[in-house]
């Protein structure tokens, strides 16, 4: 379980910093993370969502480290297994897609985004989904 749990924190600990980049400029990989049609990007998120995802992603990453028992959860109200269950669903509904320019089930493809979408980060938040999912069922 502590080992499941610091994978998965770790894969989420290294997103934030990526997306703080993006939220201050940075334009490495920013092409292929970003879904196009004809070469214009479909959406154009700003500073502010930027930071709100690596914020959410930060906290992703604590609440694997909670569910593990690696560290302390703050909140006795909600248990962390809850979050795991949340974050679960979250990432596993991300890799499914929104049946045109995300997931397994785009219908857009042809473009550098889809290329990366199918073979890395569909992949990864299926992973990432299983990850949160054994944490829940192991931490309950």
Known sequence: MTAIGLVVAAVMAALPGLHVVWAFGGVTGKSAVIPSRNGVPVMRPGRVSTIAVAVG???????????????PWPI????????????AVLFAARAIGEFRYVGFFKRVRGTEFAWWDTRVYSPLCIAISAGYALLWSFAR
Do not use: D, K, Q
Not at 61 to 68: I, K, N, S, T
Not at 76 to 87: D, K, M, Y
């Open 57 to 71: 992603l930060a906290i992703a990453a604590f609440v694997a480290l909670a569910a593990a028992a690696v560290v």
């Open 76 to 87: 006795p109200a909600i248990p962390a297994t809850i979050g795991c269950l949340v974050i």
